[in-house]
């Protein structure tokens, strides 16, 4: 008997995870349980005021890294850190995490070694613990992460919450992270043709490069926002393209979004090597991902907060659903802006706007945004 079958790449990660979903609905739902998928982490009620938050990622060999140019102690620092990001996406603090690790016969015990310091490093800067996990042999390297983190209930933020007028606000810079990436497939290409000869000269990259290998999760910006006595009506991390987060906050919030591409922030070296590759840097924001920065939404009356706050820019704005998610510079003028970028099973980022005809978008005063984007 013959049988077809369907290629998962036919679904796409969001596709994925919601036809996983649907498959547990009649599994009984516990009392307890504030939201399970569907947002950065799971969340649930572990007191009479206090939340949990845990989440889990997997880092694959040739899927999410290359050992040929990232540390182990790099890549340990990696795995907790990207975890860590979505616990805070949350509003909430780290805990304890939990580590299962596959390693291939080539591994080394140094390695082992480096790839733990990486880790225990992350967690202490962080305040958390590294509390148990598994091991196995596996064909490459595989790394599962289960973080742990706690909130209380009147301050955790979901991806819904957002509200029409509210305004988008973004931490630190993006596409740094994608700009590194091009860098290191750069230099690596460069070696594999020219042999020993090659001296890779990265000096000038430094800080692409970390934001690719050794990325933050921004733990300090809610302790920021909590200090200026802003809570976000939403919130949610950068790990797949900015275009993508403001889509996953306005599914889940039932709402629309302008991201004014002006107000986004570069940093400039990563506007260097876009430079360098001829590329469009605002294609690196928006659809690069793994910037790990913290994309939210306040309402009018904390703007001038966050304007106050250092290394927090205002981005845009939430408008009605029926508007959808959108893009408005000078230059192109309003234009509708697609959740593209890294999906896995999907491929690499691609470009993926065009210009609305007809609509010469929304009027900005530009005192309203901050930041020092393009």
């Given at each position: ?15 994925l ?51 040929t ?11 907790i ?39 225990a ?108 006595g ?22 889940r ?36 991902g ?8 306040v309402v ?15 981005i845009?704005?939430?408008e ?7 893009a ?16 896995h ?30």
């Amino acid at each position: 008997m013959n049988q077809s079958f369907t290629p998962i790449s036919s679904l796409g990660e969001f596709g994925l995870i919601d036809r996983m979903q649907s498959r547990l609905v009649d599994i009984p739902r516990s009392e307890n349980l504030i939201v399970g998928i569907g947002d950065d982490a799971a969340v649930y009620r572990a007191g009479e005021t206090t939340l949990h938050v845990v989440t889990t990622d997997v880092l694959i060999e040739g899927v999410h890294f290359d050992r040929t140019f990232i540390p182990t102690s790099y890549l340990g620092w990696k795995a907790i850190a990207v975890n860590v990001s979505d616990v805070v996406a949350m509003n909430a603090k780290p805990l304890y995490a939990t580590v299962s690790a596959g390693f291939p016969r080539n591994f080394s015990v140094e390695m082992m070694d480096g790839l733990y310091d990486g880790m225990a490093e992350a967690c202490k800067a962080y305040g958390m613990e590294l509390v148990g996990g598994d091991t196995s042999t596996a064909h490459a390297l595989y790394l599962s992460i289960t973080v742990i983190g706690e909130v209380d209930e009147k301050d955790v933020v979901f991806r819904r919450g957002a509200n029409v007028g509210d305004y988008l606000c973004l931490s630190g810079d993006v596409g740094g992270a994608y700009a590194g990436l091009k860098v290191l497939l750069d230099q690596r290409e460069q070696l594999e043709n020219m042999g020993e000869s090659y001296e890779p000269d990265l000096e000038a990259f430094q800080y692409v490069i970390q934001r690719q290998l050794r990325p933050k999760a921004r733990l300090d910006v809610i302790e920021g926002l909590k200090k200026a006595g802003v809570r976000p009506t939403s919130m949610i991390d950068i790990s797949d393209g900015l275009a993508s987060e403001v889509h996953h906050i306005g599914m889940r919030s039932g709402v629309g979004a302008t991201v004014r591409v002006p107000a986004v922030p570069f940093d400039p070296e990563t506007r260097a090597v876009a430079d360098q590759f001829m590329d469009d840097i605002d294609a690196y924001a928006l659809f690069g991902g793994e910037d790990y920065e913290l994309l939210f939404t306040v309402v009018p009356e904390d703007v001038q907060k966050i304007d106050d706050m250092q290394g927090v820019s205002v981005i845009g704005t939430i408008e009605e659903a029926s508007k959808g998610v959108r893009a408005y510079s000078p230059d192109t003028g309003l234009m509708p802006l697609h959740p593209a970028g890294y999906q896995h099973f999907d491929g690499p980022p691609q470009t993926d706007y065009e210009e609305l005809d007809g609509d010469e978008g929304p009027s900005f005063d530009d005192t309203e945004f901050s930041g020092d984007g393009a």
